[in-house]
């Protein structure tokens, strides 16, 4: 598919969006059961550890993700050597914690910890084998398959949690819930990416990755540092149930800004990175971005700031109100990490990784400085200091990023000053309005609806450029472009005929099409192992998921005609295999139909006509097959006609058109032509050696026999499609469409070989 920018920017966007606001839905939903089952004591045991986990799976990723992103081109070995970097350094680091635990329940005083680190650090060695999948689909913008991949995660963890925390396994069911999120996401990363590790190992490709990635990865290691220092502290100084507290708001605080910073950070990177060259453009992008966080995050953060107290207290009981207490300083600095991130999204994209490290640096050692010096004035006085400096910190992020794009302090407060004055407004206003209140219910719901009507009332009313944007592109969404959802069905021929009528429709209807690319028995392998992707506007091709195939695959009797169910819900209307064959005959009008509807085919026909370009010339085979190609025409040194005869698993073809009709036509040409050959394109072994004991060397084949079961066959089968293309005329058998198929690639003459009636 060919999108531009600002399509790619606002599909991340919204997918990220609706990705991030599930994932917080989720973590609210079980958050809730585990904080009223578990204890405070329980949520710090964990808590302790996390740091280490965090800074172990930072070192095994090593910034290699955001490196990848950023390379102009990329190649197999770079993912490769990136895959077995992480999983051998996951397997190191493992083995040192796993060494080390007895030292960290030493330090914090607690032996219970040993068993239950060895235990939780088992997650970063998992993740370990997912760094490069995980990269694939970043580089790829593939922010809907990641999001599915979180949810996924999600769903089974938090079930696991729940679950085991329900049975009385305390810390431990946090623990296993962590390391099922981990394992569903790494299998699902697997499950989404194309691209796949191979034994061939070559380190190379890091020598240029590492200049760029570690610096990131001493900053990753320095952020969770950052986030997690806390944890530590409190561990060391303060009693594990003010570590559970300040975990349990941290918690929130984290999925309310994570629903914000998900939402950019899928996207800003690489579509900051794509407009780099010019700076102009950057600049703009750059604020638009910036505009739009703003306009997000403060409501949405000062916003769970103001009903904390209700919030925790109707969600998981009041034994968490000091958490309550810390949740709401913490939620104005919050407020503040989108903005934060997206200026480091800036850096990295143009290459500095360096300046986003030491920014990192030195704000974990002033923050654990200060950190050190203030424990003793109680906690509420260190969260202060730690948000204050957090805010603060973001005048720093601003010089740089301004010497890089010229983004002047006075447009970072124009684009942020009215966003965080007017949701403080409506958060003071609603607060003072709502004070008088006695039920909590009742002042929850009328913080919350008063607090939206009001922030939607000023945005609209002040005529806000980002908020009438939003607007306009969720109402556009829903008068959405007609589309056409394609599954090809049949063989090689049938599909690309199907594939290339399904593109000049789509084009004729001004619709977007989606192709569903299943593997079966009579084509197993992937699109992308015969041609090169489809780059053309509006259009997707897919290889078939679970979901698709329960879906979106024809109706079949093994499955009970299940998918039509799916298909009558999800589309204006339907055309199955049989019904697409017959309507082409009786000159349907495929056009009409299509027409501003979301509507399904599965078909193996050419049920539109092309008008404009040339047939199947969006086809282009992957390099491989053309180089083949390439070598076996380069070797028609004489006239040459094309023969294709099916044979094997097609009964009309075997008995109307048998080889005695073959012989007696090459047996014609040779007698116009003495010096012609014949290329002869055939599933029989049989019948190759039959026709070379006849003619001999006039007759040219593929050296290996032919298999339509495996890969190396299908790329041999697309072989000897484009071969027979290059021939001067082709004789075919009966009812296969791909003599025909081979014949409209060049616009050359095709005959069907038939017995008389």
């Known amino acids: 598919m060919s999108e531009s920018l600002k399509e790619k920017t606002a599909k991340g966007l919204f997918w990220g969006g609706i990705s991030n606001g599930l994932q917080q839905l989720l973590n609210l939903f079980f958050g809730i059961f585990l904080a009223r089952l578990l204890t405070q004591e329980d949520y710090g045991m964990v808590g302790v550890l996390s740091i280490f986990s965090l800074i172990a799976a930072t070192l095994q990723e090593s910034g290699f993700i955001a490196a990848l992103a950023n390379r102009k081109e990329i190649r197999h070995k770079d993912y490769n050597a990136v895959f077995w970097f992480s999983t051998l350094t996951g397997l190191f680091m493992y083995l040192l914690l796993f060494a080390c635990?007895?030292?960290?329940?030493?330090?914090?005083?607690?032996?219970?910890?040993?068993?239950?680190?060895?235990?939780?650090?088992?997650?970063?060695?998992?993740?370990?084998?997912?760094?490069?999948?995980?990269?694939?689909?970043?580089?790829?913008?593939?922010?809907?398959?990641?999001?599915?991949?979180?949810?996924?995660?999600?769903?089974?963890?938090?079930?696991?949690?729940?679950?085991?925390?329900?049975?009385?396994f305390a810390y431990w069911g946090i623990a296993t819930q962590s390391l099922v999120y981990v394992a569903t996401t790494t299998g699902c990363y697997w499950y989404f990416s194309s691209w796949r590790p191979t034994f061939r190992v070559d380190f190379s490709p890091l020598k240029d990755m590492f200049l760029f990635s570690s610096k990131l990865l001493v900053t990753n290691i320095f952020h969770h540092i950052h986030n997690n220092i806390f944890s530590v502290i409190l561990?060391?100084?303060?009693?594990?149930?003010?570590?559970?507290?300040?975990?349990?708001?941290?918690?929130?605080?984290?999925?309310?800004?994570?629903?914000?910073?998900?939402?950019?950070?899928?996207?800003?990177?690489?579509?900051?990175?794509?407009?780099?060259?010019?700076?102009?453009?950057?600049?703009?992008?750059?604020?638009?971005?910036?505009?739009?966080?703003?306009?997000?995050?403060?409501?949405?953060?000062?916003?769970?700031?103001?009903?904390?107290?209700?919030?925790?207290?109707i969600a998981i009981t009041d034994k968490w109100i000091e958490s309550a207490r810390m949740l709401q300083i913490l939620c104005i600095s919050g407020a503040f990490i989108p903005i934060v991130n997206l200026c480091g999204n800036l850096l990295i994209s143009k290459g500095k990784s360096d300046i986003f490290m030491w920014n990192t640096i030195s704000l974990v050692i002033i923050q654990l400085g200060i950190a050190l010096i203030l424990y003793p004035y109680g906690i509420y006085t260190l969260i202060s200091v730690y948000a204050g400096i957090n805010i603060a910190w973001l005048l720093v992020w601003h010089h740089f990023v301004s010497k890089e794009i010229g983004y002047s302090l006075f447009s970072l407060m124009k684009d942020l000053l009215p966003y965080l004055f007017i949701a403080g407004g409506v958060m003071a206003i609603t607060w003072f309005c709502t004070s008088y209140c006695i039920d909590i219910y009742v002042v929850f719901i009328a913080k919350i609806g008063m607090a939206a009507s009001l922030y939607i009332l000023i945005m609209w009313l002040s005529g806000s450029a980002t908020f009438k944007e939003s607007v306009h592109y969720l109402l556009k969404r829903k008068k959405a472009q007609a589309t056409i959802t394609l599954v090809p069905v049949g063989g090689l021929a049938n599909r690309m005929k199907a594939i290339d009528a399904a593109v000049g429709l789509a084009q004729e209807a001004n619709a977007r099409l989606h192709i569903i690319w299943f593997k079966d028995k009579g084509l197993n392998c992937r699109f992308d192992q015969l041609f090169r992707s489809l780059e053309l506007k509006g259009?997707?091709?897919?290889?078939?998921?679970?979901?698709?195939?329960?879906?979106?695959?024809?109706?079949?009797?093994?499955?009970?005609?299940?998918?039509?169910?799916?298909?009558?819900?999800?589309?204006?209307?339907?055309?199955?295999?049989?019904?697409?064959?017959?309507?082409?005959?009786?000159?349907?009008?495929?056009?009409?139909?299509?027409?501003?509807?979301?509507?399904?085919?599965?078909?193996?026909?050419?049920?539109?006509?092309?008008?404009?370009?040339?047939?199947?010339?969006?086809?282009?085979?992957?390099?491989?097959?053309?180089?083949?190609?390439?070598?076996?025409?380069?070797?028609?040194?004489?006239?040459t006609m094309g023969i294709h005869i099916r044979r094997t698993d097609n009964i009309a073809s075997i008995s109307q058109s048998p080889t005695e009709l073959f012989i007696e036509?090459?047996?014609?040409?040779?007698?116009?032509?003495?010096?012609?050959?014949?290329?002869?394109?055939?599933?029989?072994?049989?019948?190759?050696?039959?026709?070379?004991?006849?003619?001999?060397?006039?007759?040219?084949?593929?050296?290996?026999?032919?298999?339509?079961?495996?890969i190396a066959g299908m790329q041999d089968a697309l072989v000897e499609l484009y071969v027979l293309s290059h021939t001067r005329k082709i004789m075919g058998s009966m009812q296969s469409s791909y003599s025909e198929t081979a014949a409209q690639i060049s616009n050359i003459r095709c005959e069907l070989l038939t017995k008389k009636a």
Not at 122 to 137: D, P, R
Not at 671 to 696: M, N, P, W
Request: aromatic share 14%.
């Open 665 to 710: 036509k090459m047996r014609e040409e040779i007698g116009k032509d003495e010096d012609c050959q014949f290329y002869v394109a055939t599933d029989s072994e049989e019948e190759k050696k039959r026709l070379k004991d006849i003619f001999g060397e006039r007759i040219l084949t593929l050296p290996r026999a032919a298999d339509r079961n495996s």
């Open 539 to 639: 259009v997707t091709l897919k290889e078939a998921s679970w979901t698709d195939k329960l879906i979106f695959d024809r109706p079949r009797r093994k499955n009970f005609h299940l998918p039509r169910l799916f298909q009558r819900v999800l589309f204006d209307d339907c055309i199955y295999e049989h019904e697409a064959t017959q309507r082409f005959y009786r000159k349907f009008d495929f056009l009409s139909w299509a027409q501003g509807k979301n509507v399904y085919i599965a078909s193996c026909v050419y049920f539109h006509p092309q008008t404009v370009r040339p047939l199947f010339r969006i086809f282009q085979p992957i390099e491989k097959i053309q180089e083949q190609i390439k070598a076996f025409t380069d070797s028609f040194s004489r006239p």
């Open 235 to 313: 561990g060391k100084f303060y009693a594990l149930t003010d570590v559970g507290n300040f975990n349990q708001a941290n918690k929130w605080n984290y999925m309310g800004h994570s629903l914000i910073n998900g939402m950019i950070t899928g996207v800003a990177q690489p579509v900051l990175a794509q407009v780099t060259d010019d700076k102009e453009r950057q600049l703009r992008v750059f604020r638009k971005m910036m505009r739009f966080t703003c306009f997000v995050s403060f409501p949405a953060m000062f916003g769970l700031s103001l009903v904390a107290p209700e919030l925790i207290t």
């Open 101 to 168: 635990a007895p030292l960290i329940a030493r330090f914090f005083e607690t032996p219970e910890l040993t068993p239950l680190a060895r235990y939780s650090f088992l997650g970063f060695l998992i993740s370990s084998t997912g760094v490069a999948h995980s990269a694939y689909l970043f580089r790829s913008l593939k922010v809907k398959q990641r999001a599915m991949a979180s949810v996924f995660g999600l769903l089974l963890s938090g079930t696991t949690g729940v679950t085991l925390a329900y049975l009385g």
